[in-house]
């Protein structure tokens, strides 16, 4: 058998909880109860889980707007998270960043922001820390396919390259930048092949098919570990709720451009059934078992709710506690 | 007739657009989201259907190039508008904004001019946190050879958009979703708000509150509650932070002899410094009291609700800053 049980297990495991988690987020944010702007993961998560599996914790990861999956794949604490999004004391952020700004040093998540592309160079720093040290560590820049168009990816591809820093461009192409299908946005080629003229490894991969996206992370890690990174993957996706919140909708007015039928079409290719279908198909897993994964994982999103709710709102006679360190 | 017409801030920007465009072909509108009501609201509404995706354009996130290009666009004999749906984005369009167009004009001996607009919307609030929340004006008005302005009221944001097109320099122009909804007669005919000017808002004689954008209506509803404890606050509307309309400001601060600075930025080394400073300067003799500041504090913009309650300055940190004084 080519992958380890426990490691099934686990890629099932993780994409589950970012599954159940974002999805407990809609009916709060529909309530008006969580109030933070939430750019949810659901659909997405065989990205995340697929890249962070292939990682150690003493590897690096930087996010950007849409950062829940990363984190959670990475190791941060669900119970955080939750507090977080919350923008309570107990949050990762100690409430003061909320949804888009994630973070677990003790996890090698590093932080996560929305200015699109804006931290492609922090994780380029991170590398190149890595490779002052030459403590083997290896940084991961997830961004999406609008970010391509953001000149400091471009620049930091070239400085990677040059130095051959340890460093996984790891694009999640979910086909749209808020209102801009990515067709709009630049001529029809394959988003990977943007890697190709600074001499940078790349390929695309099915974001869906988790054992897949182990893989191509697998072979990305090995190389930058070997001194011969950095490597640029494109993994096709897409998120199954609005670019903010659970739908697209500005002021009662529904905007989400997209076909239904395009929708339809992905929600076939759902990351968790591939898997889970996998599992029971080769005999690995039986329902029972999946279905304990998931009432385990219910618990625990249940658990982590109940904490963010009774969790202390920041006190404002510190609001201005940690502007210095 | 037209003068009771009654418009909104954000369609009275858009009715600017709409007539700028309508008047003069070299006029266009560059930026993410135009198409969209995802970022500019109703503000770009129409534009697209009538003057097409030559003069309307929506764009990939590329702020940068997108904001050079304007710039190189206005070199080339354009009047550019590009919008930035939310401040915080322009910091990647620094370079095009500041090094170039403001520079531009006067390192090459006034041979170019540069009229180009640079739009950014002040979006906060929300628990959005530190990076969707910013209002930068006072970096931007610490350039030389950049204009920025900032409308307060639907009639402004219509005539100062008309003004910051139909200028020969570069503007920034500086909205508030804050603002998008209040509403008020604005002429249908197309008309520009001097640049350079400030409006008195209210008169009064006992304390000068100055003002600009969302402050404006946060400095008015405090003059109203003070006006019921018998203090006459003038409200002075800035309008345009740079260039400040100085002798506007020195003279309803030798009238009333107490200043108070509202502004939406950060308190230190910004908008708020810079008119303390002035009056510091210019009217020294005139101060019965030490001028003081309303602004926001030297913290980033924090996620939290609650946190959010205590950073941003209302109407009643205006009041309680005129008693301070009185
Ligand atoms: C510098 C900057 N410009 C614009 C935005 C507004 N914005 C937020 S998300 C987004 C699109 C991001 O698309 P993509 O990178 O494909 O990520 P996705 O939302 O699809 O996951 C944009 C343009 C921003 N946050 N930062
Ligand atoms: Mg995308």
């Known amino acids: ?325 | 007739m037209s003068s009771h017409r009654i418009l909104s801030y954000s369609l009275a920007i858009n009715e600017a657009l709409h007539q700028t465009m309508a008047a003069d072909p070299a006029v266009f509108l560059i930026g993410q989201g135009v198409k969209s009501p995802w970022y500019v609201g109703n503000t770009a509404q129409g534009l697209r259907e009538r003057f097409g995706d030559e003069r309307v354009i929506d764009t990939p996130v590329s702020e940068n190039a997108m904001t050079g290009a304007a710039v190189g666009a206005a070199l080339a004999g354009m009047r550019p508008v590009v919008v930035h749906p939310r401040m915080d984005f322009m910091f990647y369009a620094f370079d095009p904004i500041v090094n170039e167009a403001a520079n531009w004009h006067y390192m090459n001996g006034g041979r170019l001019p540069v009229p180009v607009v640079f739009w950014g919307i002040i979006n906060r609030g929300g628990e959005q946190a530190a990076q969707h929340s910013q209002a930068l004006h006072g970096m931007f008005a610490h350039v030389p050879g950049l204009k920025v302005v900032m409308p307060a009221s639907p009639y402004d944001a219509k005539g100062l958009m008309v003004a910051a097109i139909q200028d020969r320099n570069p503007v920034v122009f500086i909205d508030d979703r804050w603002l998008y909804r209040l509403e008020e007669p604005v002429p249908e005919e197309i008309y520009a708000v001097e640049i350079g000017r400030a409006r008195i808002a209210r008169v009064g004689a006992d304390v000068t509150i100055t003002a600009s954008s969302f402050m404006v209506r946060e400095a008015l509803q405090a003059a109203e509650l003070l006006a019921e404890e018998g203090v006459a606050a003038e409200v002075v509307d800035l309008r345009t932070i740079k260039p400040l309309d100085e002798a506007a400001l020195l003279a309803s601060v030798r009238k009333t002899g107490r200043l108070v600075v509202a502004d939406g930025g950060w308190r230190s080394f910004g908008a708020a410094a810079e008119i303390a400073a002035l009056a510091a300067e210019r009217a020294f003799d005139s101060l019965r009291a030490p001028v003081v500041r309303v602004a926001l504090p030297d913290c980033p913009a924090p996620a939290s609700a609650v946190l959010e309650k205590a950073y941003y300055r209302t109407g009643e940190d205006i009041i309680r800053a005129v008693r301070g004084i009185l």
């Open chain 1, 1 to 325: 058998m080519k992958y380890r049980r426990e490691l099934l297990k686990e890629l099932y495991l993780r994409m589950l909880r970012i599954r159940l988690c974002e999805e407990a987020f809609v009916e709060p944010i529909l309530t008006g109860e969580v109030r933070c702007p939430c750019h949810l993961y659901s659909g997405e998560e065989g990205v995340a889980v697929g890249v962070c599996a292939a990682l150690t914790e003493r590897d690096y990861v930087f996010g950007n707007h849409r950062s829940h999956g990363h984190y959670l794949a990475k190791g941060g604490s669900l119970p955080e998270m939750v507090a977080e999004i919350y923008c309570r004391e107990n949050g990762c952020s100690r409430g003061r960043g909320g949804s888009m700004h994630l973070i677990a040093p003790e996890a090698g998540m590093l932080g996560a922001a929305p200015i699109v592309a804006g931290t492609v160079s922090l994780a380029l720093g991170a590398a190149l820390a890595s490779a002052i040290r030459r403590d083997g560590r290896v940084a991961v820049s997830f961004f999406g396919d609008g970010a391509t168009g953001e000149g400091a990816l471009h620049e930091s591809m070239n400085f990677a390259a040059l130095r051959k820093l340890p460093i996984i461009f790891a694009c999640e192409n979910n086909y749209y930048a808020t209102h801009m299908p990515v067709r709009e946005c630049r001529v029809d080629r394959h988003i990977f092949e943007i890697a190709t003229p600074f001499g940078i490894e790349s390929r695309q991969v099915e974001g869906n098919d988790v054992l897949a996206v182990y893989d191509a992370a697998t072979a990305a890690v090995e190389k930058c570990r070997q001194g011969a990174g950095p490597v640029f993957l494109e993994f096709l996706t897409y998120r199954y709720r609005g670019h903010v919140g659970p739908d697209d909708n500005i002021q009662g007015e529904h905007t989400d451009i997209r076909p239904p039928e395009e929708i339809d079409a992905w929600m076939k290719k759902d990351p968790l059934a591939l898997l889970g279908d996998y599992l029971l198909a080769q005999g690995l897993f039986s329902p029972g078992e999946l279905d304990g994964i998931r009432t385990e994982v219910e618990a625990e999103v249940r658990e982590a709710f109940i904490f963010a709710r009774a969790s202390a709102h920041p006190k404002t006679e510190e609001l201005e506690r940690y502007v210095f360190a």
